[in-house]
């Protein structure tokens, strides 16, 4: 039951990781866009640029929930990566537990606020041209907070499965997706 539940969280977290990778090709394509407009027809949106920055924000968030599902999240690992499988599991459950579901529920909590007072303002761009509905770039922090509190859960349930002698052989889960 806890590998069934382990390897969907799992799974949804490599799909945010495909998200994050066609939020990148739209960023690119978007600032190839604004590049070709702004020097080759001397053409500035205000909305491409802000665009941007929405994109890139979304592939970031989005992408922690990835990045900690395939441990290429930043840690200390001068002593975590000398330690035995099972000694790495307790870290993680002590660290899932004491450090990134509280932070992230906290961040939840609050952010669900945040949306909503920019939605009930009607909050939107400052420069003219600039996109409307900032409410909806805004919903992405607790989204993605969410989003990390089940890979959280996910790595939990990973960690408890190696104590529970499951994942003996644990080298794909601890590849390195950023060297």
């Known amino acids: 039951m806890l590998i069934k539940l382990e390897n969907l969280i799992n799974g949804f977290s490599d799909l ?58 930043v ?42 007072e920019s939605f009930i303002l009607n909050e939107q761009s400052g420069d003219p041209g600039g996109l409307p509905y900032r409410w909806l770039i805004k919903s992405v922090i607790p989204f993605a907070f969410i989003c990390m509190t089940l890979s959280g859960i996910g790595l939990l349930l990973h960690s408890v499965n190696i104590l529970r002698g499951f994942h003996q052989d644990d080298a794909q889960h601890h590849e390195k997706v950023i060297p």
């Open 75 to 116: 840690r200390v690992d001068i002593i975590y990566e000398r330690l035995p499988l099972k000694k790495q599991a307790l870290v993680n459950i002590l660290g899932v537990m004491v450090f990134l579901i509280p932070f992230t529920l906290l961040v939840t909590w609050y952010g669900f606020g945040y949306v909503h």
């Open 16 to 73: 945010l990781g495909k998200v994050s990778a066609i939020l990148l090709v739209i960023l690119l394509l978007n600032v190839f866009v604004d590049v070709v407009m702004r020097y080759l027809f001397n053409d500035v949106s205000i909305g491409m640029q802000e665009m941007e920055w929405h994109l890139f924000s979304a592939m970031f968030m989005l992408g922690v929930s990835y990045s900690l599902r395939h441990n290429g999240h």
